[in-house]
DNA sequence: CGCTATCTTGAGTAGCGTCAAGTCATGTGG
DNA sequence: CCACATGACTTGACGCTACTCAAGATAGCG
């Protein structure tokens, strides 16, 4: 075999694994030494592209994957049997989906691509098994799961006592804090969601939230324009936001 | 040492062993075998006894154990800055308590005891030990954790999507189906919290709940009796009730 | 260029919240 | 034993927030 063929798939794989992951600091992994990201690595199906509006998984499908978000933005939802929808997440870089299958082995929500993305698979048995050698990852992983409960209490906490305002102002915080921690700009937000699935999270109708968006406008606290939103004040955000920490 | 104190103490010990539990079919033990059945009871401090008013853990205390509902009945909620609650769930015998505090190892909401009961404590570190070497029952933690997530998504459904007679009915009929899962009746049915903690729950005001509580009595679906209720009509409330499901 | 999807804005309304008064059961002290 | 206080609940009147319905604006797309 030539050395530039052997190069090149080494570039390849290297491109793709956990070790060399921009997200290695954010994502499941954290925390483990070469060897055994090594072996984490091995049990992954790298970089699966999504194209916006495809789905990752719906409700009733058979639980066999975690998905770790690599780029991009999903949203996960739940339809109940008059065809509301309630979405339970907006997931970026980093953040693990699929949590909630575990229990009974068919997806109970369903997940779908906001705009094009990759995520890597990751089989739950053999991280299951993988977890039981190697302690650090299982640490992690319970953390994970631990998190997903955390902010699904959040957002409860928000659907059941806060003001429309008070609740637009903690997802406009809350989303500006995730994407500074991945390195985007805490104030140029690009919103890949509509009026109508932000409304479908923070329980509101979607011309509620346009009204919310023009109210902060005129106060100036953002400046938006379709999906473009710039924070002005960020301080003035947090401080509506602020109601719904403990 | 004579016979009826040897008798005594094995007495004792079986009364609180989990390959005794009454509820070791409902809770975190399910489908070991007997060997592996006795290593997690070695590891649990059985049946710690909790006065009605009773706080289990508070917000900020650190997290050292998860705990197992023996007897009687709790609630687990936030408080945020105003001083609103939010009630995040109402547990029962069976069910496991604290698991949002694994991630940060801080506890992160409240559990209170809402009657007299029984907890029996499970570190959380010796749990995550053994579960690296049972794989039955790592399974069935991450079942459990799971199961936290799917109930909080539904809680978020119907905060997010239902009017206030949905969320009253999918709360009575939540609570009668777990209360039958148990042995209980699921028509006669003591409420061990307040209006206003079924409010806090529910995202409505306790002046709500008491007005759909009379409007079903009205339409003689309930009999409330202030904390007594028995259901008349199980079938119209569950119809009601249906729609916070997928 | 017109069609569609998305968003904004206005007018009117319903549902739940707020405030307040009253009931009832239980507990307390004289 | 009674007078009174207290806490939990119910009920009514009224108000406000967010919803509904509707019309119009704008960008993207075939």
Redesign the interface.
């Known amino acids: 075999m030539p050395a530039h063929h052997l190069e090149k798939i080494n570039i390849a794989k290297l491109k793709v694994a956990c070790s060399t992951c921009t997200l290695r600091e954010l994502c499941l992994p954290i925390g483990l030494n070469a060897v055994d990201l090594d072996r984490v690595d091995s049990i992954i199906n790298r970089r699966q592209r999504y194209k916006s509006g495809q789905h990752v998984y719906r409700?009733g499908d058979l639980f066999q994957f975690l998905y770790a978000i690599r780029l991009g933005s999903f949203k996960t939802y739940?339809?109940?049997?008059?065809g509301?929808?309630?979405v339970?997440g907006f997931h970026m870089a980093g953040e693990l989906i699929g949590?909630?299958?575990?229990?009974?082995d068919m997806h109970?929500?369903s997940a779908v691509a906001l705009e094009d993305g990759e995520i890597c698979e990751i089989p739950f048995v053999k991280l299951?098994?993988l977890?039981?050698?190697i302690?650090t990852l299982?640490?992690q992983f319970?953390?994970?799961?631990?998190?997903?409960?955390?902010s699904?209490?959040r957002?409860?906490?928000l659907?059941?006592?806060l003001t429309a305002e008070e609740r637009l102002a903690t997802f406009l915080s809350n989303l500006s804090e995730r994407l500074q921690a991945r390195g985007f700009s805490p104030r140029t937000i690009h919103l890949t969601m509509s009026r109508e699935e932000i409304g479908?999270?923070?329980?509101l109708k979607l011309e509620t939230v346009s009204r919310m968006f023009s109210k902060f406008q005129e106060e100036g606290l953002v400046e938006v324009d379709r999906r473009e939103l710039k924070i002005k004040d960020t301080e003035a955000l947090k401080r509506i936001a602020?109601?719904?920490?403990?």
């Open positions: 409700t739940e339809l109940n049997k008059d509301r929808e309630q339970s949590l909630d299958a575990i229990s009974s109970v929500c299951e098994s977890s039981r050698e302690p299982q640490r319970h953390r994970f799961m631990s998190r997903e409960i955390t699904d209490h957002l409860m906490m659907l059941g006592t479908n999270y923070l329980g602020e109601c719904n920490k403990p």
